[in-house]
């Protein structure tokens, strides 16, 4: 998945949002609250994808090849997907959209309704 494929794709999820940071970062929110991010690389290289995921999950993925603890976040239970051949595109679409509902499970009542979530 590309940056802006993974950009575009993070856009259609609910009451996402979008900012550029640390150092040229795509990083998606909910809330205020990060759920998926992708670190700027070099043109041409694969996009290093991390995002929130469920205990559960961290423990299965962290054992599959190209699936890494996500650097500065593996102790919130993030992954980073490090090749191109580890998942297909829907697994990794569902894998973001399972960050959003994750990270929005945890916003308060009022702001999820705020939120339309």
Known sequence: MTRDEFDTYCAQLTAATHVVQWG?????KVGGKIFALAPI???GSFQKISFKVSDFAYEILTQQQG???????A???????????TMSEADLKSHLRDAHEIIASKLTKKMRAQLGL
Do not use: C, F, T
């Open 67 to 73: 699936i890494i603890p996500a650097p500065y976040l």
């Open 75 to 85: 102790r919130a239970k993030w992954v980073q997907i490090n090749s191109d051949d």
């Open 24 to 28: 040229g970062a795509s990083v998606w």
């Open 41 to 43: 690389v070099e043109e």
